[in-house]
């Protein structure tokens, strides 16, 4: 067992120590497993911006969601000393573990104790990991099937009217849409039951995987006075939520069996993609529910080339990163895609330049 491999166990076993040793630690996501810190090397960095994995086989993994800097447990460890990750800051991780819990005069018999005890918790922890994803799932595809198919006369058709989105004239309209009145909103105590529109989000095959919510106020006139009015639940990666059907009509797995294929237009929010479609009626549709959802859209025989919507309103440089990684990955699929950008003036996305008139 390689002096890494002994390492990286007792980070995993001591990840909650360390992270308050070299991190400034705010609050653990028992929901997510994630840990959120501060990046103690960029300035003015906020919490919500860098979490930590402490669950499934992702635990000790980090990602600064407002940089680049991502790694593994070892990596973590060096990033915090010396705020780099190279072989030079992952070596000093390797020394700074061996020296604080006694490391270097371990036996052999017992480093290979380690490792089998450190190959025992993984496996069981991507058993647990697997369990909760399938269990989540779960609870996401029938918490979508009790909500109602009808829109038309709820708040959430007021809401999609306010953003001037006629859903009945939506053309060739998906099935992933519904609205559910008593939807528990998580995110505040008490857990108080707020009016939502809840999208479905599927897989490449069209199964349900997480559900998008947004909750809306109590007469639909926009949405809900709460902290974060639109969340999802639970992972989302790999997922999509698929808002009408092109000029064929037909779902994406009944088009692909026919081998009927179109182009379809991707944007981040579902609003932008109801409007797109009411402008554009013979594209299909999808939303990736965020810009970082971006990254991992499925592809799909039902879709010949992508049209991909592009916000305007970041204004960073790390966000511009990130879509120009995603455009990237869909030309990998071998298909033409092509990029829409709108002048600011327009509006920072598709449904507000629609509204304003352009």
């Not at 940089?67 to 072989?87: E, H, M, R, T």
């Not at 809306?216 to 006139?221: H, N």
């Not at 006075?225 to 009944?254: C, Q, Y």
């Not at 932008?272 to 810009?291: E, F, I, K, Y």
Request: glycine letters at 10%; a positive charge.
């Amino acid at each position: 067992m390689s002096r890494f491999s002994v390492a990286k166990a007792k980070i995993l076993d001591e990840l909650e120590t360390i992270l308050e040793l070299l991190y400034r630690a705010e609050r653990k996501h028992a929901r997510t497993g994630l840990w959120n810190v501060v990046n103690p090397y960029r300035p003015g960095a906020k919490p919500e911006q860098m979490a930590v994995w402490l669950k499934g086989a992702r635990r000790g993994a980090f990602k600064d969601f407002a940089g680049d800097v991502k790694g593994d447990a070892i990596d973590l460890v060096a990033f915090g000393l010396q705020g780099s990750i190279d072989d030079a800051s992952r070596m000093a991780a390797v020394e700074w573990i061996e020296d604080r819990y006694g490391l270097k005069s371990m036996s052999p018999a017992r480093r290979e104790q380690i490792d089998r005890e450190s190959q025992a918790r993984r496996q069981a922890a991507e058993a647990r990991d697997k369990r909760r994803r399938e269990t989540s799932i779960g609870k996401a595809r029938r918490f979508f099937f009790s909500c109602s198919e009808r829109l038309i006369g709820t708040p959430a058709d007021a809401y999609l009217a306010s953003r001037n989105i006629e859903i009945s004239k939506v053309p060739n309209l998906g099935r992933s849409l519904r609205f559910r009145a008593d939807c528990e909103y998580w995110m505040l105590e008490g857990r108080p039951q707020i009016p939502a529109m809840v999208s479905a989000m599927v897989d490449a095959g069209g199964r349900i995987g997480a559900c998008h919510y947004t909750f809306l106020k109590p007469d639909g006139s926009g949405k809900a006075d709460v902290p974060k009015a639109k969340l999802m639940f639970p992972e989302t990666t790999g997922l999509v939520i698929r808002l009408t059907n092109g000029t064929s009509g037909l779902p994406a797995e009944d088009a692909a069996a026919q081998g009927i294929a179109g182009p379809c237009g991707l944007l981040e929010g579902i609003e932008d993609g109801l409007s797109g479609a009411q402008a554009v009626p013979d594209l299909r549709m999808w939303a990736a529910g965020s810009l970082s959802g971006l990254l991992s859209v499925p592809d799909h025989p039902a879709v010949n080339a992508w049209i991909v919507f592009k916000d305007n309103d970041w204004g960073k440089r790390q966000a511009q990163q990130l879509f120009d990684r995603a455009i990237a990955r869909l030309k990998s699929f071998g298909k033409p895609v092509e990029v829409v950008s709108m002048p600011a003036d327009w509006g920072k996305d598709v449904n507000d330049a629609i509204r304003s008139g352009w």
